[in-house]
């Protein structure tokens, strides 16, 4: 029994360290590359939005560099005779990620060796995870299906991102026409600043007080109205009731007053002594 136990914690720990390497390898080839959003420089520092559902159709190469490595200086002469040679400059796309940590050397570096089609993203880790890369310089080449055609961890050779650079160029494609990559265009800071003046000289939940009193106005009338309705709806079913008793007191008190003046006439012209 304690044989089996034994046996069996072996092969659980041997399964959770197989899987954590495995887990820590970088995106292997002939997988689907990570989708991100981001925003990278070209040489003269204009921001583009590199989206990778726009990137379809087009053969991405993802360097994920840093200044201070050696060996990601010496690959930037490699990128640059396989780009200089082999890359489709109406379509391929380089995408360089500093991760040194130093945003401004590392563009000091991109820019040394940069070309038409190249963009830096700077310090962007999360990028670096959807890659889970662990070392510099890695490097990853995208066809247009967006399917990894070569992961390389260290120096990259010529031959072998050339070759890489061609299998990527024989496809397969989408669909998908070829999309321009767009320039990154910051919102209109004048018509904020403009909203937010105009709105400042207004009280904070302005609108919300605006409903909440014009509700409590209309209840008021209403309120108002019922009252009025009420009051004359009784004034005019108890003004009969003390109309007729005021006239019929009158004619009564009249017909009274007139018996006792007339009783009292007769007594006179009679000669009752009680007059």
């Known amino acids: ?19 954590t390497s495995i ?3 970088p995106v292997m080839e002939g997988h689907k590359a990570p989708e991100f959003v981001v925003i990278g420089y070209n040489s003269n520092k204009t921001a583009y939005v590199l ?23 010496s690959e930037m002469e490699n990128l640059i005779k396989a780009w200089d040679l082999y890359a489709d400059k109406s379509r391929d796309v380089m995408i360089l990620v500093g991760v040194s940590g130093s945003a401004e050397r590392d563009w000091d570096l991109f820019k ?6 190249w963009y830096f993203v700077p310090e962007n880790y999360t990028l ?13 080449v995208v066809d247009g299906s967006w399917t990894v055609q070569l992961t390389h961890i260290g120096e990259i050779g010529m031959g072998m991102l050339t070759l890489a650079i061609q299998q990527a160029h024989r496809g397969p494609w989408t669909d998908m026409p070829v999309t321009p990559i767009e320039k990154f265009i910051k919102k209109n800071e004048t018509k904020k600043t403009t909203e ?14 605006f409903l ?30 003390e109309s007729e008793e005021i ?29």
């Open 1 to 19: 029994m304690n044989k089996l136990v034994s046996m069996m914690s072996i092969l659980a720990l041997a399964f959770v360290m197989t899987s």
């Open 23 to 25: 887990s820590a390898l």
């Open 51 to 73: 989206n990778s559902h726009m990137l379809r159709n087009r053969t991405v190469i993802v360097v994920f560099f840093a200044h201070y490595c050696p060996h990601c200086r």
């Open 112 to 117: 040394a060796n940069c070309r038409e089609g």
């Open 128 to 140: 670096a995870d959807m890659f889970k890369i662990d070392a510099v310089p890695a490097t990853f």
């Open 196 to 209: 937010k003046a105009i709105k400042s000289n207004i009280p904070e939940n302005a609108e919300k007080y």
């Open 212 to 241: 909440i009193g014009a509700l409590g106005a209309f209840i008021t009338a209403l309120a108002v109205l019922a009252t009025r309705s009420f009051y004359r709806g009784r004034s005019r079913e108890d003004k009969p009731a």
């Open 247 to 275: 006239v019929r007191g009158g004619v009564e008190g009249s017909e009274e007053a007139q018996y006792l003046v007339e009783e009292e006439n007769e007594q006179i012209i009679n000669g009752n002594p009680e007059a």
